[in-house]
């Protein structure tokens, strides 16, 4: 049984009655195939940056699954500033890629992969990531070009790991500095409540490492899940067929 699974949930507040109240007072207008497809079931949003690479690259757009968690301020529709908490409640696993606000700047949204949960102790060790004092495995896999993912010359080429989670989830992670700015780091706690979130190219993203400017997600931030890669297009515009599916 994992830390998660051992939580436990707080009684509702009255704020969580708050919340039911309007849903029910919104369903009519939810029931709206448009709304309801957009504000409820799935969010389409759009890759701006390489942080994620190769799971997510600039220029796809995916779906994000807001049912998966549960809804809240931040992906509950028209939900006013005073809702805290979650109706139907659900917390993410290890390896998702989730959609999410941060505690310290509420008015972006960032995507993300899931690596620490409630209770968790995380650190980053040569550019590998420790789980509760245990490396995360990983394989080394050929280098491939980095293309924008590194910043550099497209030509150059990046180093991947195959990294999978004891719960199973595997990807790829891009390595593109051998002694990265946040390839070492102090053991982070997860707090209750919390997740602890890494991009995928490790050397290229502004994640939960970072604890004075981003550090742990709050559960009640999260807006959804990614499901599924459903177009995409590269530098030029022109469509990236082969990327059309889900995300890893």
Not at 132 to 156: K, M, S, Y
Not at 189 to 214: A, C, I, Y
Request: hydrophobic share 40%.
């Amino acid at each position: 049984m994992t830390v998660l699974q051992e939580s436990i949930r707080p009684a509702a507040r009255s704020s969580d009655w708050k919340a039911i109240v309007v849903l029910i007072l919104m369903i009519p207008v939810l029931w709206s195939p448009v709304i309801l497809f957009r504000f409820v079931l799935y969010q389409p949003f759009n890759i701006p940056s390489g942080s994620m690479a190769p799971a997510l690259m600039v220029g796809d757009y995916v779906f994000a699954a807001k049912y998966a968690y549960g809804y809240g301020r931040y992906s509950l529709p028209f939900a006013p500033s005073w809702i805290s908490g979650r109706i139907l409640a659900a917390d993410p696993e290890y390896g998702d890629i989730v959609v999410f606000r941060t505690a310290k700047d509420s008015s972006v949204d960032y995507v993300k992969r899931v690596v620490g949960l409630p209770g968790d102790r995380i650190q980053m060790r040569q550019g590998q990531l420790i789980l509760n004092g245990r490396p995360v495995t990983r394989v080394a896999l050929e280098a491939t070009p980095a293309g924008e993912a590194c910043g550099v010359d497209d030509r150059a080429a990046v180093k991947r790991w195959r990294e999978t989670l004891p719960s199973g989830a595997s990807y790829v992670t891009y390595d593109c500095a051998d002694d990265g700015t946040l390839d070492n780091t102090n053991a982070f706690t997860v707090p209750p409540g919390h997740f602890f979130v890494l991009g995928d190219n490790r050397d290229n993203s502004t994640d939960s490492r970072m604890q004075s400017t981003f550090g742990f997600v709050p559960m009640d931030n999260l807006i959804g899940k990614v499901t599924r890669i459903f177009w995409s297009l590269d530098e030029d515009g022109e469509p990236r067929f082969e990327r059309i599916g889900k995300v890893e």
